[in-house]
């Protein structure tokens, strides 16, 4: 059964920094696009940051210019590094992989915390 680990989450003061991970395991297929998602108390999950597996990247205009998505494909692994943050990136960040089979599985979730 595939598994999806994430560390990184806490609680952080405005304008400071944290770098999530997420770790596939148990994946028989080989990843093609990996996500970042958040979702706030009372609003929707929103897509953060996708990385493909050749490296091309995209960003929530929130986002922009002060997070950044990476990959080590030979860990299944997904990091978002997260700059400069601001009480209203406080969420539950979800990892999401997609398999080149169009199979997507999601992280449990870890919660991050942005005090003003």
């Known amino acids: 059964q595939v598994q999806l680990v994430e560390s990184g989450g806490g609680l952080v003061q405005a304008g400071g920094s944290l770098r999530l991970s997420c770790t596939a395991s148990?994946?028989?297929?080989?990843?093609?696009?990996m996500r970042w998602y958040r979702q706030a108390p009372g609003h929707q999950r929103e897509l953060v940051a996708a990385?493909?597996?050749?490296?091309?990247?995209n960003y929530a205009d929130s986002v922009k210019g002060r997070f950044t998505i990476s990959r080590e494909n030979a860990k299944n692994t997904v990091y978002l590094q997260m700059n400069s943050l601001k009480p209203e990136d406080t969420a539950v960040y979800y990892c999401?992989?997609?398999?080149?089979?169009?199979?997507?599985?999601w992280g449990q979730g870890t919660q991050v915390t942005v005090s003003s």
């Open positions: 999401n992989v997609q398999t080149v089979r169009g199979t997507t599985y």
């Open positions: 148990r994946i028989t297929f080989s990843i093609d696009t």
């Open positions: 990385i493909t597996r050749g490296g091309s990247t």
